[in-house]
């Protein structure tokens, strides 16, 4: 079935560049996320791609995806202590009628002062 | 504030109980999801329905049983739970049942189940 591997964890200073990277198995998926879930708090999408895309840039955050390895990093320039949280890459296809988001198991990214 | 809300944040059961959890949206969404997160698992999608009609039920135990009266409401019916079943319960909603479409997420009901 359809797998998404994550690190578990990152810890980086305060103004340094945080990059997440995530790995996928299904070569048939189409739209990759990128949510953010702060402690005691439900999920919030940051960012998303289409398959057909390499790179993408919202403010801080640049996602890059290399379809030919399946692997998809976000990179959080001047990382702060507001962007502690755990990290989900999730992906899922509009090719196969399943529909549904596979998530990994997230990485906690810890922002040191 | 995502415009998803669920109620209660945190619930305390014993085995024998039976309890509910409800999920709000109020973003016009046509697709409503549970999804279960523990510590040592991946998120895992529960169930999902579309225009109030169950579209997926990912092999889930009969001791968890959604409800969507209406697009905008989903329930999770919880009964003689095991301890196992402790985890962070999250409903998400989209606008339609499609990929293209991003989920908004609540922030969960943290179910300890004793």
């Known amino acids: 079935g359809e797998d998404v591997e994550q690190s578990l964890f990152l810890s980086v200073r305060e103004g340094d560049s945080s990059v997440i990277n995530c790995t996928y198995t299904?070569?048939?998926?189409?739209?990759l996320y990128w949510y953010k879930q702060e402690p005691g708090a439900g999920l919030q999408l940051l960012t998303y791609?289409?398959?057909?895309?390499d790179m993408k840039q919202d403010q801080r955050l640049t996602v890059l995806l290399n379809k030919k390895d399946k692997h998809l990093s976000l990179r959080i320039a001047d990382t702060q202590t507001g962007d502690s949280a755990i990290y989900f890459c999730?992906?899922?296809?509009?090719?196969?009628?399943?529909?549904?988001?596979?998530f990994g198991s997230g990485t906690r990214l810890q922002v040191q002062p | 504030e995502t415009g998803v809300t669920q109620t209660p944040r945190h619930l305390v059961m014993g085995m024998t109980n039976k309890k509910s959890l409800k999920c709000e949206q109020h973003?016009?969404?046509?697709?409503m999801y549970w999804y279960k997160q523990s510590a040592k698992k991946p998120l895992e999608l529960m169930f999902v329905?579309?225009?109030?009609?169950?579209?997926e039920n990912n092999s889930v135990p009969s001791r968890f049983s959604p409800e969507c009266p209406n697009s905008s409401h989903l329930f999770l019916h919880l009964h003689t739970l095991q301890p196992e079943d402790s985890a962070l319960y999250l409903c998400?909603?989209?606008?339609?049942?499609?990929?293209?479409?991003?989920?908004?997420f609540g922030p969960g009901t943290r179910l300890t189940v004793t």
């Open positions: 999730a992906e899922t296809s509009s090719n196969t009628g399943r529909r549904a988001l596979t």
């Open positions: 973003l016009g969404h046509n697709a």
């Open positions: 329905y579309s225009l109030e009609e169950r579209v």
């Open positions: 299904d070569s048939s998926s189409t739209y």
């Open positions: 998400a909603s989209s606008q339609d049942f499609e990929a293209a479409y991003e989920q908004y």
């Open positions: 791609i289409f398959s057909n895309m």
